[in-house]
């Protein structure tokens, strides 16, 4: 279905083109290529009010995930019931803010990507506020970035590692 690619931001140069092809590959890697999903593209000024009010955090950060559907158990794939409810919600991704933490070995597109596997994982009901929660996050991240790596060719961590 449809893929929405906004870039509201002008801090760092954004190629939607190489960025759109990497979350339809995730997309496809997550089974949901039939859902649509919105992806912003903020600096950090625009991320950081976003964040406080969601969040309760008054700072810049990496990505926000507004899941569609609400309580969705981890790991599974929402069963619409009707055509509009093939949604899957929006990710904010904070390129400003993930550019400036890129390490000088790391491509900025790579770290997109996986920053946004790791919104997507968060519309499909993983979180990772708990222990337990976030290793059935990690693995499916994990996976998720290795199905990639060998589609690509490029080593794709995921975001979340050594958080507990």
Known sequence: MILVLRNLQRAVPLRRAR????????????????????????????IQ???????????????????????LKAGKIPQPDFPDEYNLGDIFLGVEYIFQHCKENEDYYDILT?????????????????????????????QVLEELSRHTGTRFPPLSRGLF
């Open 114 to 142: 996986v920053t946004a596997t790791h919104g997507l994982c968060h519309l499909l009901g993983f979180t990772h506020s708990m222990e337990a929660e976030w290793q059935k996050r990690y693995q499916k991240e994990k």
């Open 19 to 46: 960025l759109r092809k990497k979350v339809q590959a995730v997309r496809r890697a997550l089974w949901v290529q039939r859902f649509d999903l919105g992806v912003v593209c903020v600096d950090n000024r625009k």
């Open 49 to 71: 009010p976003i964040n406080g009010i969601y969040r309760d955090k008054n700072t810049p950060t990496d990505v926000l995930s507004f899941p569609f559907h609400k309580d």
